[in-house]
């Protein structure tokens, strides 16, 4: 059954808003050409940026306390991928799938891979799952995985690790990434440093099997489901751990991981520095870890975690070579809404940065001036940079209006017809 958007239709979309479009475009350039910016190169660069979709983030998400199920939900990784090239059709740049295992494990990789590429879709990484037990499991994760008292639930745990990466191999996924749940509830229950030694000891397993071209990203998690303490806390932590594993493995930055005022932009410049920023999960928080959809809260935090990482593209940090990915739980919206906004707002703060005036913003630190520091970022933070991202969308073939493409599409109404709820979909929250 093919539920694909009617290239007719974004064309016919795209009509309505095309002058409007160039006009605002137009005076933008000009703007822009008074700071000596070329609206062309940043236009490009917009339509260069990829940022992955995690399979999960197209379920609608719950919390602990319940999940509303969304009409239309896709029951299986082939609808998943379904909605993700709507995703794609529409936004342009976001080609790249995260699956999770064992939730999306195929039957059958080669049709997978298949079904995939006939969409223009490619599979960027894969990430284990042993914070929870599956159907068919033989020991449980309840007090931990990877860093389990037992060692035979450490090995289980590892294996699985390794299946993942057998089947990344095949589907040809760039990076690995491993999350675990393992910690404590409270003080006591664990001890604090042979947990870590033994998460530590799996990781080294699960290194030796990785893949030549393969990396290792592991992600740190203040608290949750561990209310006390978690094995992998912090990015002091992760980064030590990653140094220990070796060259092929990183630290991977989840922006609903740290404590509420934390300066994750300047973590994302320690990694830089010390060459362990791996990978990036987008999203966006009040209190913790609230998966909400990407720069709906904290637009300017995003912006200057990309002015972080801009800076390194810029100068050409060795090794500097970051995966991006949204990882976002939808409870209230339709998942499909927030995935295409937030990708289109991970390009913003993008282009944003990269209207910093690095010369004076150089100049105004050497000269100890706080006041055109600040400025030479909220000149850029406040640029509205919204006709550059419109402009690389419909460039690259997707719509000048996502949002009301797809929903003057009828999509979300023909996939609830043809897909009937079911108890087994996986949405996750990591
Ligand atoms: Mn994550």
């Excluded at 998942?335 to 991970?346: D, F, K, N, R, Y």
Aim: hydrophobic share 40%.
């Amino acid at each position: 059954m093919a539920f694909e958007l009617d290239s007719e239709h974004i064309a016919d979309e795209n009509h309505k808003g095309i002058e409007a479009l160039q006009e605002d475009y137009e005076h933008l350039g000009r703007q822009l050409a008074r700071r000596s910016i070329d609206i062309e190169k940043l236009t490009v660069r917009a339509m260069a940026f990829r940022v992955a979709i995690p399979s999960w983030g197209v379920g609608t998400g719950g919390t602990r306390f319940a999940r509303f199920p969304g009409p239309g939900e896709p029951r299986n990784i082939f609808e998943k991928l379904e909605d993700c090239e709507v995703v794609f059709t529409l936004v342009r740049s976001t080609p790249g799938i995260s699956l999770h295992l064992p939730w999306d494990r195929p039957d059958s990789v080669a049709e997978l891979c298949r079904f995939a590429e006939r969409r223009g879709l490619s599979f960027d990484s894969t990430n284990s799952n042993t914070f929870q037990d599956q159907p068919d499991q033989k020991l449980s994760y309840k007090f931990g995985s990877l860093a389990h008292t037992d060692a035979a639930v450490r090995r289980q745990a590892i294996e699985h690790n390794v299946e993942c990466l057998e089947i990344g191999a095949k589907l040809g996924v760039r990076a690995h990434t491993v999350w675990i749940g393992d910690g404590s509830n409270f003080p006591g229950q664990i001890h604090l440093r042979e947990s870590l030694s033994r998460y530590l000891d799996s990781l080294r397993a699960i290194y030796r099997e990785l893949p030549g071209d393969c990396r290792l990203f592991i992600e740190h998690k203040l608290y949750e489901p561990a209310f006390y303490a978690t094995v992998l806390e912090s990015w002091g932590t992760s980064y030590y751990c990653a140094s220990e594993l070796g060259d092929r493995a990183f630290s991977l930055v989840d922006l609903g991981h740290h404590a509420p005022c934390t300066n994750i932009e300047q973590i994302v410049a320690r990694l830089i520095q010390f060459g362990k920023l791996g990978g990036f999960h987008f999203n966006d928080s009040m209190y913790g870890d609230d998966d909400l959809d990407a720069g709906s809260i904290k637009p300017f935090q995003l912006f200057l975690v990309f002015n972080e990482l801009v800076d390194a593209e810029l100068e050409g940090v060795p090794g500097f070579d970051p995966a991006y990915m949204l990882d976002q739980s939808h409870n209230v919206t339709d998942p499909i809404e927030s995935l295409m906004t937030s990708a289109i707002e991970v390009v913003r703060a993008y282009i944003q940065a990269h209207l910093v005036d690095r010369a004076r913003l150089a100049d105004a630190r050497a000269a100890n001036d706080p006041v055109i520091a600040l400025n030479s970022l909220k000149d850029a933070f406040n640029t509205d940079v919204r006709p550059i991202l419109a402009m690389a969308r419909h460039r690259s073939g997707g719509a000048i209006d996502p949002v009301a493409v797809y929903r003057s599409s009828g999509y979300r109404q023909r996939v609830a017809r043809a897909r009937p709820a079911s108890a087994r979909l996986g949405a996750g929250i990591i």
